[in-house]
């Protein structure tokens, strides 16, 4: 890249680091925690408000399911968080669920996992973001006036600080994530003291609100469906938990430990505060509708358009900490920051299971090197890319979003615990030492249980949000896994296609002949250069080629070759047409043609221009003709270049830019001078 851009991009993603300093961008705990977990951490922010918005079709009634369906979420959690933990240590080498599929399910059981994870972190960073925007908005009407591009505008930041390394950006998102875990725990103990302690009434704002529901009183069937789909959406809560399975390499050593332990925390710390969020919820009389203009009555009547439905943590804290408390101020604030950066789960598993994709040649290669961070930089754009799209056709709204959000982690969970029950079985088959197999035997139980379960909630997932939105999950999963295949198989084809023979054949043998041909148009400087350098290659035959465009232009170049006794022969091609590429590429061909182990070398002379638009006033036939021949094997083109004095101005640039460094790009400080080296002594 040219030294110009480096102004740029020195400033927005820092100097470059070399590849030996790969070692200082891993990950202690307390970085990975936010870097990894952000996404079920921030997850508590809309899953209870999720819940009540489903359990509100069938009106306030339904609520006291909440506290159940809460339950369900708990022990889904500690049961996927224990069978990860047996994930990263089997498995340290970071390829998580992909991994464990392929190497125990298979090749397209593995795609499948890749195909759902990848689309699972498009939507991760697509809702958190959206979602962000929307309590963001509640504060501050500018926001809510251009959801859209203040979402997207979001997306470009974090890509950003995702580009400048892992660590830098883990060490600037630690600092909200751990205030907004410290604020919703203070929230939960002062909520608690006050209710059990103080015995003071907390009411949410819309405690006094009612829900009209034309489905109020539902039973049976109809009431399961409700509560199974509520239960999918409190689901939410577990995006992102596969994360650090994927993202083991990050961790400092012992890598396996450390992610395991950074498992716990998080699932310990999720599940806590999703649970007391629900339970002060309930108690301060949170009411939540999916169309609050007309079904949230205040007083009998709808609260119109113009109300603003803020969600369940914003409620909370206003019954709790008092509106316009410092306290609440500052839990508002680090929500609505830590949903911004809860995308970054996601710009941490994308860009490194893209990585691994890559390497198995599913991927185009470019997503397996790193950037000049360290990080993988390729994967990073992609993803913010793919994720600015969805944002843009969904017009960021995180209530669309969501509907099509958890299928994909599911289908990974499920495949990568079935995975890990064969893995199990494999090893234990051979294990012999009785304390290793009673330890794989609890290990295989956890990942049976476990598959079973997400197994379930899988089907759950699929039934009740399937019209709501999933289809589309699924239809990126189906895009991604079949662009996937015929990556592959090219690479898989090309492989094959250069793959070097045992034997000679007529690619690897010396070629019997070499037959050059030096283009010509007219005869001048760059003709008189290229015609002096093909015979320094010493070709078996050399002839001079020309084009007859133009008859008289045609004659008084054989005239001038003529004059000026070149020992080269001159060949003119007819072209009746005025085409200098056809018959040039249809000449070489009847030599390939005429002798098929012969190689044929073309010359061709080219102008070396020091400004941009002068490429439109040279060189465009040698360009067309090239771009020709590419295509027509044994030919093997040459570009003899002429230095046009204008091209000296881009000379001088290119110096000027070689001897000057973009800041940050190199580490100032004191520099002794030069030891001059001692003359010899003269004879």
């Not at 809860?342 to 691994?356: C, D, M, Q, R």
């Not at 148009?521 to 080629?545: C, F, G, I, Q």
């Amino acid at each position: 890249m040219s030294k110009l851009t480096d102004v740029p991009k020195r400033i927005l993603i820092g100097r470059a680091l070399r590849s030996d300093k790969l070692g200082e961008t891993l990950l202690p705990k307390r970085i990975a925690l936010p870097v990894f977990a952000s996404d079920p951490l921030s997850s508590v922010a809309y899953a209870p408000g999720e819940v009540l918005l489903v359990l509100s079709v069938a009106g306030v009634s339904a609520y006291h399911f909440s506290p159940w369906i809460a339950l369900a979420v708990v022990v889904l959690m500690f049961t996927v968080v224990a069978s990860y933990r047996q994930n990263v240590h089997a498995y340290p080498s970071g390829g998580g669920d992909y991994e464990v599929a392929t190497t125990n399910l298979g090749p397209k059981a593995g795609l499948t996992v890749a195909s759902a994870l990848l689309v699972d972190y498009v939507l991760t960073v697509a809702v958190s973001i959206s979602s962000g925007v929307e309590n963001l908005g509640s504060a501050i009407p500018f926001v809510v006036e251009h959801k859209t591009l203040c979402a997207i505008g979001i997306i470009v930041l974090l890509t950003l600080m995702n580009l400048r390394g892992v660590k830098e950006s883990g060490k600037l998102f630690a600092i909200p994530t751990y205030v907004f875990v410290a604020g919703v725990f203070l929230m939960i103990l002062w909520g608690a003291f006050r209710g059990l302690i103080l015995g003071h009434d907390m009411k949410a704002p819309t405690a006094d609100y009612t829900i009209h529901t034309e489905n109020g009183g539902l039973a049976g069937f109809a009431l399961i469906f409700l509560l199974l789909r509520a239960f999918s959406s409190g689901c939410a809560a577990l995006t992102g938990v596969e994360a650090i399975s994927n993202g083991v390499p990050a961790f400092r050593k012992p890598k396996s430990k450390n992610a395991a332990a950074t498992l716990a925390l998080m699932g310990g710390l999720a599940v806590t505060m999703f649970c007391g969020i629900i339970a002060l919820a309930m108690t301060t009389g949170v009411k939540m509708a999916e169309k609050p203009a007309t079904d949230l009555l205040n007083h009998g009547h709808p609260v119109g358009s113009g109300y603003t439905q803020n969600p369940v943590i914003s409620q909370v804290a206003e019954a709790v900490f008092g509106k316009g408390s410092f306290l609440f101020v500052i839990l508002a604030a680090a929500t609505a920051l830590v949903l911004f950066l809860a995308a970054n789960t996601a710009y941490n598993g994308f860009p490194l299971l893209g990585s691994i994709l890559a390497q198995d040649r599913y991927l185009p290669r470019q997503l397996h090197t790193r950037g000049d961070r360290l990080a993988f930089s390729n994967g990073i754009v992609l993803l913010a890319g793919a994720a600015a799209v969805l944002v843009y056709i969904y017009g960021a709204d995180s209530t669309r979003l969501i509907q099509l959000y958890i299928v994909g982690v599911f289908v990974s969970f499920t495949l990568s615990q079935i995975g890990m029950v064969r893995h199990w079985n494999r090893h234990l088959r051979t294990e012999k030492s009785p304390l290793a197999r009673n330890r794989m035997h609890r290990s295989r139980a956890i990942n049976a249980f476990g598959a079973s379960l997400t197994g379930l909630v899988l089907v759950v997932v699929l039934l009740t949000k399937f019209t709501h939105g999933a289809w589309v999950a699924l239809l990126g999963m189906v895009i991604f896994f079949v662009t996937m295949t015929a990556i592959r198989r090219h690479y898989d084809r090309v492989s094959e296609e250069i793959a070097a023979e045992d034997t000679p054949d007529d690619d690897i043998v010396r070629p019997s002949r070499v037959h050059s041909l030096v283009l010509v148009s007219k005869v001048h400087k760059p003709t008189l250069r290229a015609l002096n350098y093909a015979k320094l290659m010493r070709s078996d035959t050399l002839e001079a080629v020309s084009v007859d465009v133009d008859q008289a232009d045609t004659k008084a170049l054989r005239a001038e070759w003529e004059r000026r006794g070149i020992e080269v022969p001159l060949k003119v091609l007819a072209s009746p047409y005025r085409e200098i590429t056809r018959p040039v590429v249809d000449h070489v061909k009847s030599l390939r043609r005429e002798s098929p182990r012969d190689v044929v070398s073309v010359y061709i002379p080219e102008y070396v221009v020091g400004h941009w638009y002068e490429h439109l006033l040279h060189n465009q036939s040698a360009l067309r003709l090239k771009g020709r021949l590419l295509f027509t094997p044994g030919v093997m083109v040459t570009s003899v270049p002429w230095q046009l004095d204008s091209s000296e101005a881009a000379k001088k640039r290119a110096r000027r830019r070689a001897e000057w460094n973009a800041p940050g790009a190199v580490r100032r400080g004191p520099v002794s001078p030069p030891k001059k080296d001692k003359a010899a002594p003269r004879k």
